[in-house]
């Protein structure tokens, strides 16, 4: 089945380390998107990619850097410059050029310990 | 920029009456328009959307939603509620001139009381 998989489910982290979320999607979509959502906060767009090898800022994307070399995959680095990378992190994709709607992943919980 | 407003971030209601929830956008062309539902620790699933065409757009599980340009509103019903549509519910638009551009409210927990 088409979709899009993000791995892991539940992640913690230390302070100070670098950790990496995959987001990988079979789904021919052009574009990409991570999002982190807070509580009562909805939200929030961290990167998006339209195309392979480009990708723009969203609205935080401080603390954060990603990557798009194929296609099918768009995986988000939280570095230890992000203050409060406790969330719930969401990948999506859409396709381009269509009136389509954004298609989710099941998410990442990311817990700093 | 596009911004979409959710009024209430808490709704509830008793299982089969009718639930509204509430979406606006500010935008001066009309953008595409969709509802998501999001489960607790899952990620978010299409309710229904409406690009063009016919305003009053019907989605899954019974809900629907009304586009209107004069009110830039696209409000969320379902004539009866079950104890199953208790979940999160965002708003989303996508920017005409950017096709791939969304733009989410911040939610509504809607909890459905027996």
């Known amino acids: 089945d088409g979709g899009i998989t993000q791995s892991p489910k539940y992640l913690f982290r230390k302070e100070g380390q670098n950790v990496t979320l995959s987001c990988e999607q079979n789904?021919?979509?052009?574009?990409m998107y991570w999002y982190r959502q807070d509580p009562g906060q909805g939200l929030r767009l961290i990167y998006y990619s339209q195309i392979v090898n480009d990708f723009q800022k969203g609205d935080i994307a401080e603390g954060y850097s990603v990557s798009r070399e194929k296609k099918e995959s768009f995986p988000l680095t939280v570095t230890s410059a992000q203050k409060n990378p406790t969330a719930f992190y969401l990948c999506?994709?859409?396709?381009?050029?269509?009136?389509?709607?954004?298609?989710f992943g099941q998410g990442t919980r990311l817990t700093v310990v | 920029a596009q911004s979409v407003t959710q009024l209430g971030s808490h709704v509830s209601v008793s299982e089969g009456a009718l639930v509204l929830l509430r979406c606006n956008y500010s935008s001066s062309v009309p953008p595409y328009l969709f509802w998501y539902v999001q489960y607790p620790n899952q990620g978010l699933q299409l309710l229904l959307k409406?690009?063009?065409?016919?305003?009053l757009v019907k989605g899954i599980n019974g809900f629907e939603a009304e586009f209107k340009k004069s009110e830039t509103s696209f409000h969320l019903t379902k004539p009866s509620a079950h104890m199953s549509d208790a979940a999160e519910y965002f708003c989303?638009?996508?920017?005409?001139?950017?096709?791939?551009?969304?733009?989410f409210g911040s939610g509504t927990k809607l909890n459905v009381k027996p």
């Open positions: 409406y690009t063009t065409g016919a305003t």
């Open positions: 999506a994709s859409s396709g381009m050029g269509h009136q389509g709607e954004a298609f």
């Open positions: 789904l021919n979509h052009d574009a």
């Open positions: 989303a638009v996508s920017d005409p001139g950017n096709f791939n551009k969304f733009y």
